[in-house]
Nanobody, 119 residues
Framework: DVQLQASGGGTVQAGGSLRLSCVASGFTFDDYSIGWFRQRPGKEREGLTCIDNRDGSTGYADSVKGRFTISRDNSKNTVYLQMNSLKPEDTAVYYC????????????WGQGTQVTVSS
């Protein structure tokens, strides 16, 4: 079975840091780009960042650029999201997702992990 297991969420004070992990199984991890998304209360899902499977290139939404860093360890089938300088508006459920090079949309989604930033 395909699984994307996101973890590492929790409650942190504003200005703090968290590192999320996304562990993949059931598909060839090296062949997939991985993205992180979030859904804030009452808001639509928002794409934050992604990392390409071929060259490791990354992209970031303006809302997290300079504060969040995505990385991947193919030997562990894992993608990380390092989140620094967290703000209360970063409070959301965070999801990872995998996309093959031939897909326009993401193929597989994880279950989400809650991040709460207190002021």
């Amino acid at each position: 079975d395909v699984q994307l297991q996101a973890s590492g969420g929790g409650t942190v004070q504003a200005g703090g840091s968290l590192r999320l992990s996304c562990v993949a199984s059931g598909f060839t991890f090296d062949d997939y780009s991985i993205g992180w998304f979030r859904q804030r209360p009452g808001k639509e899902r928002e794409g934050l960042t992604c990392i390409d499977n071929r060259d490791g290139s990354t992209g970031y939404a303006d809302s997290v650029k300079g504060r969040f860093t995505i990385s991947r360890d193919n030997s562990k089938n894992t993608v990380y999201l390092q989140m620094n300088s967290l703000k209360p508006e970063d409070t959301a459920v965070y999801y990872c997702a995998a996309r093959s090079p031939i897909s326009r949309d993401y193929d597989y989604w994880g279950q989400g992990t809650q991040v709460t930033v207190s002021s």
